[in-house]
């Protein structure tokens, strides 16, 4: 730079009357959004009770209806906003039955699989629009045999069984909620031989236990006919078009081939009640379980059987391509428009939705209205801030994974971080997972915000606790719509929310009234959320040098090498140039290296750099075999390479979808 010391100057001077007369700093606006004359927890419990009026499923009319109100309070508040719809492949219950038949009982008994009204229930006349309660992608089928308890499915649980000598082979498998995965719950039932599971919501972990505080409506637990729902998916994405946007009239795999994948279960499978699992349990012979296999100690003392009870699970769904719709609004960067941070959450629910995750709607709706706000008193960000509204994240990420593979290169160029709230809030108690280079901002954002259940000290001290540093949980495996951003693209994510899991998650009672009543009786747990939310999108939009603290990334990086000697150093495996590495990062503790290679060389000629490596290969390939096979396989690259060339050109165009 070459600049005369009169032009210096001028310009310090010139910018110290713009400070003094008309654009305050960032600082000024960053403190006022967290200022009580710009929070709102009365239009955050309004945006709430619009977004759970009835249960919004991914594809079905009622969430295009929440989406069209996502968009228009967007627009509402002048945000650049649209919706990109993607044709995806879900899957809903057609027909379910369950019948037990016990040996000394004439009738069997056929569970009516129904989670009941409550007295007073405003939702009762919309409770018929609940889907009937089933696993999405299980495998449809009718399946007949005596039940084994498998306490929480888990693997350890089935080597339990094997040293108790119970075979789970050729049974119907029953299992509890709560340590693992649903889909993992069917997957290692299915390992183990059984040809069916039953996964039941057990009183001891949703329902209260012991005490005699009831339930819902009376209290924050799961009442004896409630339902845990969810998807048993293994994957990210819709499964027929694993890797690229499911937009229309798209490449698709068969739904034979997405089984053969392994991502969905190969034996049906149903979630039943609290209550149903008491009568399957009670129809259960054979040994006695161990003490932290048994339930609540009023109920039916838990054994492994198998049998005699026999259980008929018949289970009958639908895979459709239906339509979903993500709601994307823009608030374009004044001096780097061309860099993006990203909020998102998701809006589709299994039923109502209160807590997950349209308490992170109304959220966002709140972050979208403050920026409005700060907006109007000439607030501009340096970066540009793009606001998601996810569908199907229900089903496995569906709507967050396709946007991200539509835009992938742009994505891949120009995303900062991403900052994932599903849940908002479902109890007390900070929580935050990251990548390790947000951890210092998370920390910071939650100094600036008052705890909303204890005035006397800010988020942070109350998150801390009795230690000295918050714990800051690491993002793992498929959780939530960070996914996509963390492992497809590598970008800086985030994830908060107040509370952890709660007792009616996926069940019908997942309502505006159990919010109200024990979820966040004030409304002032979502504004904190949205108050911290706001916050960091703030600072990665707004601060100069991006507050990024890779010195942190490397300590956990060298945190986990450690871990990793102290498991392999016996086996020979020399480490050294992992702790080489870390040390370089540690020094460098700088940006990331965002170039991609293009153009990477043929198999078949290691000198020439072709455009289309892959097809070319693919060609030679199918040249010398000659099978149908071989040549579908060109085919495919010919899609992949015209996929990639799209996205190339939407850099150039610099539109989002
Ligand atoms: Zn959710």
Not at 283 to 293: F, H, K, T
Not at 317 to 345: C, M, W, Y
Not at 498 to 527: A, C, E, L, N
Request: overall charge negative.
């Amino acid at each position: 730079m070459f600049r005369t010391a009169t032009a210096t100057f001028l310009a310090v001077s010139t910018s110290f009357y713009f400070l003094l007369f008309t654009s305050p700093p960032k600082s000024y606006y960053h403190s006022l959004y967290i200022s009580d004359s710009l929070s709102d927890n009365a239009s955050i419990s309004h945006h709430l009770y619009i977004l759970t009026r009835r249960p919004h499923v991914a594809g079905t009319e009622a969430n295009a209806e929440a989406a069209a109100y996502v968009l228009s309070t967007l627009t509402s508040y002048n945000f650049e906003s649209h919706i990109v719809s993607y044709d995806v492949s879900l899957t809903y219950p057609v027909s379910r039955s369950l019948t037990l038949t016990q040996p000394h009982q004439d009738q069997p008994i056929t569970f009516n699989l129904q989670q009941e009204i409550y007295d007073g229930d405003p939702y009762a006349d919309v409770s018929s629009e609940v889907l009937p309660t089933f696993h999405a992608y299980a495998k449809s089928g009718t399946v007949t045999s005596t039940v084994a308890y498998a306490n929480y499915g888990r693997v350890e649980d089935y080597e339990t069984l094997k040293e108790m000598g119970v075979n789970a082979s050729g049974t119907i498998v029953l299992a509890r909620y709560g340590k693992i995965y649903r889909g993992d719950i069917v997957q290692n039932a299915f390992e183990a031989g059984a040809i069916g599971a039953v996964i039941f919501t057990d009183r001891k972990d949703y329902g209260g236990g012991d005490s005699s505080e009831g339930w819902f409506p009376d209290s924050k637990w799961m009442p004896p006919s409630g339902v845990q729902v969810g998807s048993v998916y293994d994957g990210v994405g819709d499964p027929t078009t694993p890797g690229w946007a499911s937009t229309e009239g798209c490449e698709r795999v068969s739904e034979e081939e997405v089984e053969k994948e392994g991502y969905v279960p190969l034996i049906p499978s149903l979630p039943v009640s609290a209550a149903d699992g008491d009568t399957i349990m009670r129809s259960i012979g054979g040994p006695l379980a161990n003490e932290d296999w048994q339930g609540c100690k009023d109920g039916p003392s838990y054994r492994v059987g198998p049998g005699p009870g026999i259980l008929n699970l018949s289970y009958t769904g639908k895979h459709s391509i239906s339509t979903i719709q993500n709601v994307i609004g823009v608030i374009k960067g004044a001096e780097e428009p061309d860099r993006f941070i990203l909020l998102g959450n998701h809006r589709d629910a299994w039923t109502f939705g209160a807590a997950d995750p349209n308490s992170g709607t109304a959220a966002l709706l709140e972050v979208a209205q403050r920026l409005a706000k700060l907006q109007k008193r000439g607030w501009k960000p340096r970066r540009t801030i793009i606001l998601c509204n996810w569908d199907a994240e229900e089903y496995g990420l569906i709507g967050s994974t396709e946007w991200v593979e539509d835009n992938r290169e742009m994505l891949s160029l120009r995303a900062v971080a991403y900052l994932n709230v599903d849940i908002a809030v479902a109890g007390a108690g900070f929580e935050a997972s990251a990548t390790p280079q947000l951890d210092e901002l998370l920390k910071k954002a939650s100094q600036q915000v008052q705890d909303p259940d204890n005035s006397s000290q800010t988020i942070y001290e109350s998150w801390i606790g009795s230690g000295n540093s918050p714990v800051i949980e690491r993002l793992g495996g498929g959780g939530s719509d960070y996914a996509a951003f963390v492992q497809h693209l590598g970008v800086a994510s985030a994830d908060i929310s107040y509370g952890g899991g709660y007792p009616v998650y996926h069940s019908m009672y997942d309502d505006f009234i159990w919010m109200q009543k024990f979820g966040d009786p004030m409304f002032r747990r979502h504004t904190a959320v949205a108050s911290i939310w706001g916050l960091m999108a703030l600072a990665l939009a707004d601060e100069e040098f991006l507050p990024f603290n890779y010195l942190s990334y490397a300590l956990e990086l060298q945190k986990s090498s450690k871990e990793l000697e102290d498991a392999v150093s016996y086996k020979g495996v020399k480490l050294s140039p992992l702790f080489k590495s870390i040390e370089e990062l540690t020094k460098a503790a700088t940006g990331i290296n965002n170039e991609r290679k293009i153009y990477a060389p043929s198999k078949h000629n290691d000198y020439g750099s072709k455009s289309f490596p892959g097809i070319d290969d693919a060609i030679e390939k199918a040249k010398t075999l000659n099978t149908v096979e071989s040549w579908n396989i060109v085919q495919h690259e010919v899609w992949r390479v015209s996929r990639a060339i799209k996205h190339v050109s939407q850099v150039l165009r610099g539109k989002l979808t």
